[in-house]
């Protein structure tokens, strides 16, 4: 089955503080995995993608498949950092993005 | 991202009455998507269309319908047969299946 896992529901951390946001993926084939954030008031929109390999606002993401992971890390948060975040997987058969459940991401000052 | 227009920001839906949400894209995208976002269950595929004419069910089609008469154009409708519609409603596009994906600012949508 295809799935995306995020396990934390919210992170919680203080401004400077290393974040990592969690994202695990079931998937038979060769997997495209995205981040998606969505801030406060905003509209959904596209943060990184694994095949870019680019890091985008300090973020990066490092796909692992023996550990059949995709976690986000950044290794000094800011406050302007605090939104929800998506992990997505895409469908490669069917062009159909896979959502996780979503992780929201609080930084303290 | 100016490109996709979803319309309108809120809506109201009385027991029994079909409701349609509208989505635009001016980014002469192919791929457009419906998605339900709730609180804890991230973002459901509704519907989705890869080219003008055709569409097919996602993940959570009951209750729900689209068509896709024209590219630019890709409307939900929100049937009385939807047994839980209060949920927040997202239009996607791509120029093609293996893009990243992009949104509109969405519709919420309430029951009266």
């Known amino acids: 089955a295809q799935r995306v896992t995020q396990p934390e529901k919210l992170l919680s951390v203080f401004k400077g503080a290393p974040v990592e946001l969690k994202c695990n993926y079931s998937y038979s084939g060769s997997p495209e995995l995205f981040w998606y954030v969505q801030y406060s008031r905003q509209r959904l929109q596209l943060l990184l993608r694994?095949?870019s390999r680019e890091s985008i606002k300090g973020f990066t993401a490092d796909l692992n498949k023996g550990e059949t992971s995709f976690h986000l890390k950044k290794p000094f948060a800011q406050e302007e950092d605090s939104a929800m975040y998506y992990c997505?997987?895409?469908?490669?058969?069917?062009?159909?993005?896979?959502f996780g459940q979503g992780t929201t991401l609080q930084v303290k000052p | 991202d100016g490109g996709i227009t979803q319309s309108p920001k809120y809506l109201f839906r009385k027991e029994g009455q079909n409701v349609t949400l509208s989505c635009e894209q001016n980014l002469n995208h192919d791929a457009m998507y419906w998605y339900r976002q709730d609180p804890g269950q991230g973002l459901r595929l509704i519907y989705y269309s890869q080219i003008v004419n055709d569409f097919q069910k996602g993940d959570i089609a009951e209750g729900y319908s689209v068509s896709r008469e024209k590219k630019e154009s890709f409307p939900l409708t929100v049937t009385s047969a939807q047994k839980n519609p209060t949920a927040f409603y997202l239009c996607?596009?791509?120029?093609?299946?293996?893009?990243?994906?992009?949104f509109g600012d969405g519709t919420r949508l309430s029951i009266l």
């Open positions: 997505a997987l895409l469908s490669s058969n069917t062009g159909k993005l896979i």
């Open positions: 996607a596009s791509n120029l093609d299946r293996n893009q990243p994906q992009h």
């Open positions: 694994h095949i």
